[in-house]
């Protein structure tokens, strides 16, 4: 590795909109502290945190590259451009952790082709956090991202799932757009077994943060508006 490259620092957010530093470890704020250079995927909800983190930091000295659906493929090439100068560079996600279900791996992968040190600190993910508390496998688990937006395929992929889930004894974790969350539980229902385990995790790290492990059977008896809440669901049948 290049002793000239700088350093891609990957930094967490929070999950939420409560104070960062309950979150998130005082390291967080001694990098932002130090480095000017940032890829995001929102400027603004960027410079708002950076800003609840470090209050002194002044914005104008600041370098925003964009990193979301519109960017164009031939320009991220160069946002790493200042870590090939022995800049510093941080990448941050709009929650959680940068690169884990997060348009960030794009520019990890592309630091590790450059030859530039990949620095990941500590913060909160919600997948890891929503498996740390469902109670299932925590030593053999899937995440598999969003699941297919079409009725009958989405209710055929759940039964994939819990197939492999008791096939493999894997946790099974996903997530859903959020105002399609109760939805996405109704079809869980629908669809699954009764004695297969189903947690879900919302709104974690917030003060109405909610996690249960229940059964299908008994998430038929339960009612909760999950209605744009952040949400991990994970499945495990035994």
């Given at each position: 590795m290049s002793e000239q490259n700088?350093?891609?620092y990957l930094i967490p957010t929070r999950?939420?909109?409560n104070a960062p530093l309950e979150v998130l470890p005082i390291s967080i704020k001694k990098i932002?502290?130090?480095v000017d250079?940032?890829?995001v995927e929102n400027e603004k909800t960027a410079r708002r945190f950076i800003k609840k983190v470090s209050s002194k930091k002044k914005q104008a000295i600041l370098k925003i590259h964009l990193l979301n659906k519109f960017t164009q493929e031939s320009e991220i090439p160069s946002y790493l451009n200042s870590c090939l100068e022995g800049k510093k560079i941080g990448l941050l996600s709009e929650a959680g952790c940068p690169g884990v279900a997060d348009p960030g791996a794009e520019i990890v992968k592309l630091a590790h082709q450059k030859n530039i040190q990949v620095v990941?600190?500590?913060g909160p993910s919600s997948i890891l956090l929503a498996l740390m508390s469902s109670g299932m496998n925590g030593q053999h688990f899937t995440f598999k991202g969003y699941l297919p937006i079409d009725k009958s395929q989405r209710k055929k992929t759940l039964k994939q799932l819990e197939r492999i889930s008791f096939q493999e004894n894997q946790a099974q974790i996903f997530i859903e757009t959020p105002y399609r969350n109760n939805?996405?539980?109704e079809d869980i229902c629908t669809s699954l077994h009764p004695d297969t385990r189903v947690c879900v995790a919302c709104d974690l790290t917030l003060a109405s943060e909610y996690i249960k492990t229940k059964t299908v059977k008994a998430w038929k008896k339960e009612?909760?508006?999950l209605h744009k809440r952040p949400a991990i669901f994970i499945i495990q049948k035994n």
């Amino acid at each position: 590795m290049s002793e000239q490259n700088g350093k891609l620092y990957l930094i967490p957010t929070r999950l939420g909109d409560n104070a960062p530093l309950e979150v998130l470890p005082i390291s967080i704020k001694k990098i932002i502290e130090s480095v000017d250079e940032y890829i995001v995927e929102n400027e603004k909800t960027a410079r708002r945190f950076i800003k609840k983190v470090s209050s002194k930091k002044k914005q104008a000295i600041l370098k925003i590259h964009l990193l979301n659906k519109f960017t164009q493929e031939s320009e991220i090439p160069s946002y790493l451009n200042s870590c090939l100068e022995g800049k510093k560079i941080g990448l941050l996600s709009e929650a959680g952790c940068p690169g884990v279900a997060d348009p960030g791996a794009e520019i990890v992968k592309l630091a590790h082709q450059k030859n530039i040190q990949v620095v990941p600190l500590v913060g909160p993910s919600s997948i890891l956090l929503a498996l740390m508390s469902s109670g299932m496998n925590g030593q053999h688990f899937t995440f598999k991202g969003y699941l297919p937006i079409d009725k009958s395929q989405r209710k055929k992929t759940l039964k994939q799932l819990e197939r492999i889930s008791f096939q493999e004894n894997q946790a099974q974790i996903f997530i859903e757009t959020p105002y399609r969350n109760n939805k996405m539980l109704e079809d869980i229902c629908t669809s699954l077994h009764p004695d297969t385990r189903v947690c879900v995790a919302c709104d974690l790290t917030l003060a109405s943060e909610y996690i249960k492990t229940k059964t299908v059977k008994a998430w038929k008896k339960e009612h909760i508006d999950l209605h744009k809440r952040p949400a991990i669901f994970i499945i495990q049948k035994n």
